[in-house]
């Protein structure tokens, strides 16, 4: 468990067999190369080999027919050096203008026959009428209007029977008459005023409608069937298009995958003269894998070092962890990759998480239930956290066996404790009144301890980073351990045991000298790398030295205080349980397991939420902001 031990590998070769390189280079797994722009950048008279990459488009292009015409491309498996992009282009836009160009025409006749269709409706409500539209619409005295009017509309006009028209129904439904009026031109606006009174909707007859409208309806439906029989053709060719270019489509994509490979992996390579370097990051375990790729490869030199040798780059962290402490990797990622001279802080995170989580959600029912559903979620979703479910589910289980609570019920499992432990009574009374000042104390001593494991582990990390004046005199350093530790380790005497600690001895040696060492820290540190230690006079020192003292300080008491959310929780998941059960007593039959059901749920709900989300916060602020930085760069793999 940790952080994987890295080698900094560092290729050369000679330009013109650049190509036979990255052809091996691109299928390696498990190598982190870094960037030519981090190098180029910072030494003079390096070049990068960074190009525009004409495959994208052209993948785009493929990757769009694929899903406009649904077509079903084969794997195949392709790896030319001697490319032609032009050929390639070339083809992929003769395939997609032969597609786009049935597809037009196809959309032309759906367009002709939507025209078609409006019109058909429009006449077959006047076929009744006995007459050649086109003699209609040629008269030069009278203007005749087509539409409908509503039902109710039709009655009304008795009311206007003396005005000059002539209106004549053909059709009725519901709600609509189909009809048409007609009237001379000196009365034209008046009659259209009456009609659009009555709410007329006029329907306008196209020009393509000819004859009678019996005869307009004959034509246009043997239109609209003419119109879809081409369409059906130009879909077979679509068709017949998409199978004759599927194999040779197939082949194009998988070589422009393997180019577009070869042009990204460029960006990783660093030109001087006619020679070119590769450098990058491996997990030293698999070192022997990059040397063996380049085997039977004249001119190409590989050569192994410490991760530290070349300044200029970074070295990657890689988190290396075991099945159980490797889901809460993403709860540290979250929060920033380690640096590779830190410590992995997954390993406690995980223990601390499940901890603490199985003390504020004890249930043995719901801690059971939790990890199934975790389970399915990791099995079936590949989610990480269904994987910390299972973990966490467990710890709630374990804990919900010492509270005696199953599902909320406290004496269900008293059966067990007797003829299975051997035990007069559960473990832990939770809601005994007498136990809840114990379970109070006992928070805030479970935050103190993982407060001075964190402060332990920041000492550590800060030891084999070298940095000795933080590691004796920050507050989260030696001094800080002593102080905290010995206040800590001292309540608990005098109050616990009544052994006297506190006196003026003591708190001189464990509490004033440490926060004299943590009040000049600073100045202490300019002058351990010979700088002046008040460059800005001992007047400002004092004073900005005084307020950060006191944030330190109160710092402590709120961080170690704010633990008792631990406790808190714990009384109030028994005490909603206590509600659900409450409740329960007040059914009978099938409501009371109703309530049961649906109690459980709404709780393991809401409380898990929230109480998942406190220890994330304990971790976060409490601990992670004692010894955990998260600047590092993250491992990635050029083929995971």
Not at 112 to 124: P, W
Not at 175 to 204: G, Q
Request: aromatic share 14%; with cysteine; net charge negative.
């Amino acid at each position: 468990m940790g952080i994987a031990k890295m080698k900094l590998i560092d290729l050369t070769s000679s330009v013109k067999q650049l190509d036979e390189v990255l052809m091996r280079f691109i299928d390696i797994k498990g190598f982190h190369p870094v960037l030519a722009s981090e190098i180029v950048e910072r030494v003079h008279g390096l070049t990068s080999f960074v190009a525009e990459n004409p495959c994208q488009p052209m993948l785009q292009e493929i990757e769009e027919i694929e899903k406009k015409y649904d077509l079903n491309l084969p794997d195949v498996e392709q790896r030319e050096i001697d490319y032609n992009i032009n050929e390639m282009y070339e083809y992929i836009n003769e395939t997609k203008q032969s597609l786009e160009n049935e597809v037009s025409k196809i959309k032309e006749y759906e367009t002709h026959i939507q025209k078609y269709q409006n019109a058909l409706i429009s006449v077959k409500n006047i076929e009744s009428l006995d007459i050649p539209l086109d003699d209609l619409f040629a008269c030069e005295y009278i203007y005749i209007r087509f539409g409908r009017l509503p039902n109710d509309s039709v009655d009304k006009l008795s009311y206007f029977q003396n005005k000059p028209y002539v209106f004549k129904a053909f059709n009725f439904d519901d709600s609509y008459t189909w009809c048409m009026y007609f009237t001379t031109a000196e009365y034209k606006r008046e009659v259209d005023n009456i009609f659009s009174s009555l709410f007329f909707e006029r329907i306008y007859i196209p020009d393509f409608v000819h004859g009678t409208p019996k005869q307009a309806v004959s034509a246009l439906e043997a239109e609209i069937q003419t119109a879809k029989k081409l369409i059906d053709q130009y879909k077979s060719d679509i068709y017949e298009i998409s199978c004759g270019c599927t194999n040779q489509l197939a082949c194009i994509k998988a070589e422009l995958l393997f180019v577009n490979r070869l042009f990204e992996a460029k960006k990783y390579v660093v030109g001087l003269g006619d020679k070119f370097s590769i450098s990058g990051f491996m997990p030293e375990n698999d070192v022997n894998k990059f040397t063996s790729a380049f085997e039977g490869l004249d001119d190409v030199e590989i050569e192994v070092n410490d991760p530290e040798t070349d300044k200029r780059i970074t070295t990657p962290t890689k988190l290396k962890n075991g099945w159980f402490s490797k889901p809460f990797g993403m709860f540290v990622e979250m929060y920033g990759v380690p640096n590779y001279h830190d410590i992995d802080p997954t390993p406690f995170v995980a223990i601390t998480y499940s901890l603490l989580f199985g003390i504020m959600f004890g249930d043995l029912g719901q801690g059971l239930v939790l990890m199934l559903i975790g389970w399915l979620f990791w099995k079936y979703k590949k989610m990480a956290l269904g994987a910390v479910g299972v973990r966490i589910g467990l710890f709630s289980a374990l804990f919900g066996l010492l509270y005696g609570s199953f599902f909320g019920d406290e004496e269900i499992l008293t059966p067990f404790y007797t003829n299975v432990l051997g035990l007069a009574e559960k473990p832990i009374h939770v809601m005994d009144g007498e136990f809840t000042m114990i379970l109070l104390i006992s928070a805030i001593a479970i935050g103190a301890l993982l407060i001075v494991i964190a402060m332990i582990m920041n000492i550590f990390t800060l030891f084999r980073k070298k940095d000795y004046v933080e590691m004796v005199l920050s507050h989260n350093g030696f001094a800080g351990l002593l102080m905290y530790g010995f206040i800590g380790v001292g309540a608990a005497l005098q109050l616990g045991l009544q052994i006297p600690v506190f006196n003026g001895l003591t708190i001189a040696l464990f509490v004033g000298i440490p926060l004299l060492a943590i009040f000049f820290k600073e100045p202490l540190e300019r002058k351990f790398h010979h700088h002046k230690m008040f460059p800005n006079g001992f007047g400002g020192f004092f004073v900005e030295g005084f307020f950060e003292l006191f944030e330190i300080v109160l710092s402590y008491v709120t961080n170690t205080m704010s633990f008792l959310r631990v406790g808190g929780f714990v009384l109030s998941h028994a005490g909603m349980m206590l509600v659900v059960m409450s409740l329960m007593d007040m059914f009978a039959g099938v409501g009371s397991i109703v309530v049961l059901i649906f109690g459980n749920i709404f709780v393991m709900a809401l409380e898990g939420m929230i109480v998942g989300i406190q220890v994330l916060r304990l971790q976060f602020y409490e601990m992670f902001s004692r010894y955990y930085k998260g600047n590092g760069v993250a491992f990635n793999a050029l083929n995971q």
